[in-house]
């Protein structure tokens, strides 16, 4: 009995510790990876112990799903206006052969 009595204890014990020291974790800031100025979007990698700026949000390790899903998103756009000038390049060489249609 005193067995089961002392593992209990110990058990108990170790719960605490663990959870104590998983709080204190979640309980430290998380570090800045980035800082976004809104309504530009621009990323700022602030240096060492500097902070973002007032006008700036934070970005920590929580955000980097979202960094990684707006980076697919710009390489889209990226790709998207290659696709258009292109086409663009295409119409106006066709378009310089019909009188009156060039702009220039």
Do not use: H, W, Y
Request: one cysteine or more; hydrophobic letters at 40%.
């Amino acid at each position: 009995m005193k067995v089961a009595s002392r593992f209990s204890v110990l058990a108990g014990v170790l719960a605490v510790v663990i959870c104590s020291s998983a709080l204190e974790a979640a309980a430290q800031p998380q570090p800045i990876l980035g800082c976004v100025k809104p309504g530009t979007g621009l990323l700022r990698i602030p240096s060492g112990n500097e902070g973002c700026k007032p006008e700036e949000t934070p970005l920590g390790f929580n955000d980097l799903p979202l960094l990684v899903a707006l980076r697919t998103a710009v390489e889209q756009l990226q790709e998207d206006v290659r696709i258009l000038q292109d086409k663009l390049a295409k119409l106006e060489a066709c378009t310089a052969s019909i009188p009156g249609c060039n702009p220039d």
